[in-house]
């Protein structure tokens, strides 16, 4: 168990060591951690075989129903998060995908007690749980893994000092930086007075369709006249629309203003998405780390999510292929017993 304990953590550290911005890593972290979670099962006192080799009765209780409880707090605890969203943020479609999330719950939930504690003797209705159970289970343990990687990631300091500050863009409201989009250029400015005044900041972001100026336009302004930095400190990139262009964009703009000199940087954005934009990073040749700048506690759960979906979307063949893996898997189970 030590020899194998020891073995994942020498890999993580290695992963992490080499190279932060890797999906893997998260992934890595997440097995390290069900590896402890089961040496710890397996050595708990109530879950040991006695002399006949059978688990204690309590042992099954604590198995049984540690799922449906697990998932009944945690369905509650969405649904209320996506109303606290709906009364302060709006009422958006956005902010009742944690409700969705808790939905889903609730119903594995209901399925779980309807086929275990009911007792229910047709195969095939324990084969299709099976089968939702896994595609949940893995869906769970990712977010898992990525949940808790990305506060890893987050709190790690960062060991350099950067010649330029990316701060990126999150839309406005007109013309105006709303509270969300003002948290990151605050902290980009801590980070500029932080490493002496003297690295450049990048204002990266282009004018949406519902948007009177271009996110750079309002985000240098704000920096200028509420920090009152000078304005040759703050360079703009007006024309990106995502967190990709960010990124590269942004790089180009270095690479002309350092004129072949090397040169460092790093982005600021609220924690939340920090992880993923550290992805596009790593995408476009950027040697940056990221910094996450607060966000309210109640609109963190859903934001997450959505940088979730939005971190499965970018390895989608992947997942999409762990999903025929199973599909075919539990195909096989089900042909055995038709």
Known sequence: ??????????????????????????????LLGLFIVREIIMHYPLLLPNEQGIVSEMGIVILLGSFPSVMFILSIAMFFNSKVLLEKEGRKFRNLLLAIVGLSFFIMMIWYVFIIFINIQHPIWHILFFYAFLIFGYTMFLYTSVLAYATVYH?????????????????????????????????????????????????????????????AYAMKKYIVDVHHLPEQKVLMEDKSTNTEQNMAFSKAIMDAHAQGRKYRSLFVTNNFHVFRASIYAKRAKLDAEGVGSKTAFYYLPNAFTREFIGLLEMYKWVH???????????????????
């Open 155 to 215: 709190f790690t300091p960062l060991t350099y000092e950067p010649n330029y500050i990316i701060a990126l863009g999150s839309g406005l409201i007109g013309d105006r930086v709303p509270p969300l989009l003002a948290s990151r250029l605050d902290e980009a400015v801590k980070q500029y007075k932080k490493n002496g005044a003297r690295p450049v900041i990048i204002v990266s972001g282009g004018q949406g369709n519902d948007e009177r100026v271009s996110e």
């Open 320 to 338: 999409v292929t762990v999903f025929l893996f199973i599909t075919l898997f539990v195909g096989i189970i089900l042909r055995a017993y038709v």
């Open 1 to 30: 168990m030590i020899q194998s304990l020891i073995g994942f953590i020498a890999l993580f550290l290695l992963l992490y060591l080499t190279e932060k911005r890797r999906f893997i890593n998260a992934v890595v972290l997440g």
